[in-house]
């Protein structure tokens, strides 16, 4: 396993695997057994860097979540898990109400809720402290004032390390860290977004917002991260949920831009010359690019757990970059 340190603050940054495990299903699609043994694999490979969320995840059962919270505090305490490995979980898309979402019922982002939400995320997680924690989606009822106020009292007590963000526009991620830059407050330091190899379209609308796809990468984001070592990106499905290898997988018509075919020759190719999966490929273009970026991966087996692992060990070679970067 390879590491990188996440964070600015010596109290409270932390070194991670650059291999994050997500376990957005872990306590209901995915069994706990089966969890278990991937979570084992996980830490057994070297891996130390854990996603989940306070919601995950309500829509299996309609319910409101907090069952991956769950699970990971039993697992935790079944193999005596301590402060070696750093959880990062989310709040703020919790439903109100079970039967409903994070569309049309969302706990929200003010400070009550900041303060109780984290309270029962590490209720759940058998956790003092919660090492990383995001604003997993918009709020824009709130003052983003209150938001950070609410995030940085918890940092200031000593119960969440550092802070991020996710499914934001970039502009009101940079705004939050304005206002908490100019009163001495902790920021947001981690981004939790969309990346993967082929480019995703940003103009289309989602769940969250009528203007745009909130949660894909765009070129300001990336420009941004480029322009701050101080951020971290962490790129969820970065493997497009089996697309690129799977022929029952359909690629997704949002990463269907122009050129994403020369795209997909250059992976193959690539992969051909490295005697790798297209998924290897993809996961260490991400983690050695020259923005480095954390694929936060999933699992719903070991075996799958195994060829995401068999990735942190591809080393990419200054050609192979080149002809990544410039396809498409």
């Known amino acids: 396993m390879k590491y990188r340190t996440?964070?600015?603050?010596?109290?409270?940054?932390?070194?991670?695997?650059?291999?994050?495990?997500?376990?957005?299903l872990f306590g209901t699609a995915t069994d706990e057994a089966t969890s278990y043994a991937i979570l084992d694999r996980y830490v057994?490979?070297?891996?130390t860097f854990i996603d989940t969320s306070d919601n995950y995840a309500f829509w299996e059962n309609g319910?409101?979540?907090?069952?991956?919270?769950?699970?990971?505090?039993r697992w935790r305490r079944s193999r005596g898990i301590g402060d070696e490995i750093v959880i990062a979980t989310k709040l703020g898309a919790r439903p109100l109400?079970?039967?409903?979402?994070?569309?049309?019922?969302?706990?929200?982002?003010?400070?009550?809720v900041i303060r109780e939400s984290s309270e029962r995320s590490r209720d759940?997680?058998?956790l003092d402290k919660l090492d990383v924690l995001y604003a997993h989606i918009e709020d824009t009822k709130t003052p983003l004032q209150e938001t950070v106020e609410g995030f940085a009292e918890l940092v200031a007590e000593g119960t969440v390390g550092l802070l991020g963000a996710s499914n934001h526009w970039i502009w009101r991620v940079e705004r939050a860290r304005n206002i908490a830059a100019a009163a001495g407050l902790p920021g947001y330091e981690l981004l939790q977004y969309h990346h993967t190899y082929l480019r995703r379209r940003t103009d289309r609308p989602s769940p969250l917002s009528a203007d745009g796809d909130l949660g894909a990468t765009s070129g300001d984001l990336l420009s941004y991260v480029r322009a701050d070592p101080s951020l971290t990106l962490v790129a969820y499905s970065p493997l497009l949920r089996g697309a690129y290898t799977r022929p029952d997988k359909p690629i997704d018509e949002a990463v269907r831009l122009p050129g994403y075919e020369t795209r997909l020759t250059a992976l193959h190719e690539v992969a051909t010359e490295l005697g790798a999966t297209l998924n290897q490929v993809v996961l260490a273009w991400l983690i050695c690019g020259?923005?480095?970026?954390?694929?936060?991966?999933?699992?719903?087996?070991?075996?799958q757990l195994e060829e995401s692992l068999g990735a942190v060990d591809i080393e990419l070679t200054p050609d192979q970059l080149a002809k990544l970067d410039a396809a498409g």
Do not use: F, H
């Open 6 to 24: 996440i964070g600015t603050d010596p109290a409270n940054r932390r070194e991670v695997s650059v291999l994050s495990l997500g376990a957005m």
């Open 44 to 47: 057994e490979a070297g891996g």
């Open 63 to 73: 319910g409101q979540g907090g069952e991956s919270e769950e699970l990971l505090g």
């Open 97 to 112: 109400a079970p039967g409903t979402s994070y569309t049309d019922n969302p706990e929200g982002l003010s400070a009550k």
């Open 124 to 126: 759940r997680l058998g």
């Open 290 to 303: 020259d923005i480095p970026v954390i694929p936060l991966i999933g699992a719903s087996s070991p075996a």
